[in-house]
């Protein structure tokens, strides 16, 4: 079993990235999940979810820029970062709910 995120980088303030998380192993094409930051010197921060029916929930720091989805045919999860500030600079996760499974992590490095 595998979760793996990728699609992080380094960009300065404005820009926009798209992270996916690619499960391998394990089906999450109707499955919850969540993406975390974990910030330099800090602890995991929630960004957002996406449910069961593909409903996207966020964090205040993230609503009306990020935006979360799934494609069930590729079994991943993308997180779409939009208009990207310095404070979202940190390792980026995502987190299976029905398997309580964390995958590898992606870093973002937002400069201003």
């Known amino acids: 079993v595998q979760l793996q995120a990728s699609g992080g980088g380094s960009v300065q303030a404005g820009g926009s990235l798209k992270l996916s998380c690619v499960a391998r192993?394990?089906?999450?094409?109707?499955?919850?999940a969540e993406w975390h930051r974990q910030g330099p010197g800090t602890g995991r921060v929630w960004i957002a979810t996406?449910?069961?029916?593909?409903?996207?929930t966020y964090s205040g720091s993230s609503a009306g820029r990020f935006s979360v989805s799934r494609d069930g045919a590729k079994n991943t999860v993308h997180l779409q970062m939009n208009n990207l500030k310095p404070e979202d600079t940190g390792v980026y996760s995502c987190?299976?709910?029905?398997?309580?499974?964390w995958g590898q992590g992606t870093q973002v490095t937002v400069s201003s």
């Open positions: 987190f299976l709910i029905a398997y309580n499974f």
């Open positions: 192993g394990m089906n999450i094409s109707r499955d919850a």
């Open positions: 996406i449910n069961r029916e593909g409903v996207g």
